[in-house]
């Protein structure tokens, strides 16, 4: 079974900061792929980034950047001097290779304070 | 390019009664998903299609909920009757090669809310 656990429900922080959006992920599959979503309020979910489960790298584009650590199940997504703009839900999911069906974690509302 | 466009944006019902959602995907991309998503939960997948055929409805609730997609492009999502616990958004997705590219396109979505 497949199971995504976004474990901070909600968070706030100061234009500028810098946060940290966690998740940790359950798979008995050894090839599988990883992803954030960003669903503003507006309500559709705008793809952000996939990874493979063979590519541990990690990857910077802009003030976004994720951190995938096979050893802990653990695909965090970092914001770095946060804006206003970025304010919205974030959505971790999993999707297992061969089968296209992504399984989505609960979400995390952040929230940046101007 | 034009997003997946779905119709109507809001709808309110009163329990047992039916209601129709509709998905136009982006052009060419030949597998279309419904997804629900419940307030403060991420989105669950209803059904998916590729071109006309159903690849996986796994999660929906055949008693109550009907999907299709004729002529592989536009589809519909039918509730009937509907209940209480059928309140959320319901997301329609389509993509190109979900395992080449992992990028699902998403509609703004269709909110249903039942009284």
């Known amino acids: 079974a497949q199971k995504v656990t976004q474990a901070q429900t909600e968070i706030s922080v100061v234009e500028k900061e810098d946060v940290t959006l966690d998740c940790v992920y359950e798979?008995?599959?050894?090839?599988?792929?990883l992803f954030w979503y960003k669903q503003p309020p507006s309500g559709e979910l705008v793809f952000l980034i996939r990874?493979?489960?063979?590519?541990?790298q990690n990857e910077i584009s802009g003030r976004y950047s994720w951190n995938f650590q096979k050893s802990t199940s653990s695909f965090n997504f970092t914001i770095t001097a946060s804006q206003v703009v970025d304010s919205a839900v974030y959505f971790c999911a999993l999707m297992n290779f061969g089968n296209e069906k992504l399984t989505f974690g609960t979400g995390t509302r952040l929230t940046i304070i101007p | 390019e034009a997003g997946v466009a779905q119709s109507p944006r809001y709808k309110i019902i009163e329990k047992r009664q039916s209601v129709a959602f509709w998905c136009n995907p982006i052009?060419?991309?030949?597998?279309l998903y419904w997804y629900q998503q419940i307030l403060g939960q991420g989105p669950k997948l209803l059904i998916q299609?590729?071109?006309?055929?159903?690849?996986?409805d796994s999660q929906l609730p055949k008693d109550r909920f009907s999907a299709e997609r004729l002529k592989g492009v536009d589809s519909t999502l039918k509730i009937q009757p509907a209940k209480l616990e059928d309140s959320a958004v319901y997301l329609c997705?389509?993509?190109?090669?979900?395992?080449?590219?992992?990028?699902?396109?998403f509609g703004e979505g269709s909110r249903l809310t039942v009284l």
């Open positions: 997705a389509s993509s190109l090669n979900p395992t080449n590219t992992g990028e699902l396109f």
């Open positions: 052009s060419g991309h030949a597998t």
């Open positions: 798979t008995r599959d050894t090839t599988y792929y």
């Open positions: 990874r493979n489960s063979f590519d541990e």
């Open positions: 299609f590729q071109n006309n055929g159903v690849v996986d």
